[in-house]
């Protein structure tokens, strides 16, 4: 594995680190200058503000989240992580039009995310993970 591999896979697990202590400013320090999350949804975080207006959503409804690696690849500019997203549903919840109050129940869920990388840089351009909604709602106990 060529040491640019090693490097960017290290600050893949960094950044999924530092999302798992809160710290935002580490997190956002990982990214090319620009963070940018595009999630499975639909829904796209550009810039600073929007990644930290997310952050502080996500963390509203799952407020102990955290991941645990499964597994971690290199191939091309590209970082493929495999991994369980964790935490405790503690505040509500939107899927749609519709509002989740807290159950308390754990969560567990396998999920996946992409983070993509300039040529020649181990700076994160953007990073996608994949899920399905209403997977992490059945997975709590919900069923819609």
Do not use: C
């Amino acid at each position: 594995m060529s040491d640019l591999a090693e490097r960017r896979i290290r600050v893949v697990r960094d950044h999924m680190h530092l999302e798992t202590v809160y710290d935002w400013d580490g997190v956002i320090a990982t990214f090319a200058g620009h963070p940018r999350y595009e999630m499975s949804t639909g829904q796209v975080f550009d810039g600073e503000a929007s990644v930290r207006g997310y952050f502080n959503a996500s963390r509203s409804v799952f407020p102990d989240q955290g991941n645990e690696v499964i597994a971690i690849a290199h191939t091309g500019n590209t970082v493929l992580v495999e991994f369980w997203l964790t935490g405790t549903h503690l505040g509500e919840m939107r899927i749609g039009d519709r509002v989740i109050e807290p159950t308390g129940r754990k969560l567990r869920m396998r999920m996946a995310a992409s983070f993509e990388f300039e040529e020649g840089s181990d700076r994160i351009l953007v990073e996608r993970p994949y899920y399905d909604q209403a997977a992490v709602a059945r997975n709590i106990g919900i069923e819609l």
